[in-house]
């Protein structure tokens, strides 16, 4: 299983940006459920957004309520994450991960998600 995470770059506070995690590997993304974590050096990784394998569900971390949005498309193996209004408090490495849809666990827990995909830089200036 491999995740690929893009679409990081460089924004002033208050503008809009699109993450995509395109996963393969040569399994269905329907049995996964995907979410989106952030780090910034010196601390934790935290959860940002997770969604069901069925894309039903999404739970989102309180700091991001309202402004990002996570949605996918199986048929395209493809988790998106919609970052709107962003703060330099956002800027980070965001990586998204894939963890079983049957796992039993916090839907932000990071040590609960099995694949991981290389990170991608959002930087935010004030």
């Known amino acids: 299983v491999q995740l690929q995470a893009s679409g990081g770059g460089l924004v002033q506070a208050g503008e809009s940006l699109s993450l995509s995690c395109v996963v393969s590997g040569g399994f269905s993304l329907d049995y996964y459920v995907i979410g989106w974590f952030r780090q910034v050096p010196g601390k934790e990784r935290e959860g940002v957004l997770s969604i069901s394998s069925s894309g039903i569900s999404t739970y989102s971390a309180e700091p991001v309520k309202s402004r990002f949005t996570i949605t996918r498309d199986n048929a395209k193996n493809t988790v998106y994450l919609q970052m709107n209004d962003l703060k330099p408090e956002d800027a980070a490495v965001y990586y998204c991960?894939?963890?079983?849809?049957?796992?039993?666990?916090?839907?932000?827990?990071?040590?609960?998600?099995?694949?991981w995909g290389q990170g991608t830089q959002v930087t935010v200036s004030s």
């Open positions: 991960a894939a963890r079983k849809r049957y796992v039993s666990a916090l839907h932000l827990s990071a040590a609960s998600y099995e694949y």
